[in-house]
């Protein structure tokens, strides 16, 4: 058997949780076009906590994109192992993947307990088990998944950073700096590309104040447009969103070297 790598998290869950990520991949043309692509549909959620219930509901919502997608949950502690349920199946497991090939991970509030100095390693550990054009998901949120952020990876590296947030419990897009990922979470500090985007976004977001009697997600849409023009490689917002969200290239992002 394969010893896990890896530490104990508190698992912290709950439903729904993980919604705004799961949409995104849902949606997202590069994931899309690697679980359809893949001989073997096999995603991998990491780290589950304890409840398999956001495992199932990711389940759920990637299986419109392919319906036979295999799922399996991932835990380190034997403890948190259920049996398997609606087509996804429980393991013990941890960045090893417990020897699975999987054309996708998801690792949501994983890495927050670790230092940044062991995302680098932990990143690698997964990626090189992926299958070849794998992609890794490495995210972030509240309690309630209203404020999320998440990097996609695949075996080169970082690609890109999400940020998704509730249009109405969230008053300004800096909001997020607490529920980072790790690799950022203490890059938040004038001089680093990340401080620099979200201080520019709330710049927007104030910017666009006027239409906030539109409701926030047209609010959020103009302040959107205002940071392009700014020269902020937003990607352009290609269908109408529940959420407030930004993706941006991780070379807009990435921590400035020590």
Known sequence: MIKPIGTITRGTTGINRLRRGDRWLAHEATVAERLLNADDPLVVDLGY????VTTLEM???LRTVRADLRVAGLEIDPARVVPGQDGVVFA???FELAGLRPILVRAFNVLRQYPESAVPEAWSTILSGLAPGGLLLDGTCDELGRRCAWILLDRTGPRTLTLAWDPFTVDQPSDLAERLPKALIHRN???EPIHALLTAADRA???AAPLAPYGPRARWRHAADLLRQQGFPL???RRRLRDNQLTIPWSAVAPLPH
């Open 205 to 207: 977001w104030s910017h």
């Open 189 to 191: 500090i004038p001089g």
């Open 49 to 52: 906590g304890a409840s398999p």
């Open 59 to 61: 389940a759920a919502r």
């Open 235 to 237: 990607r352009p917002q």
């Open 92 to 94: 013990r497991g941890g």
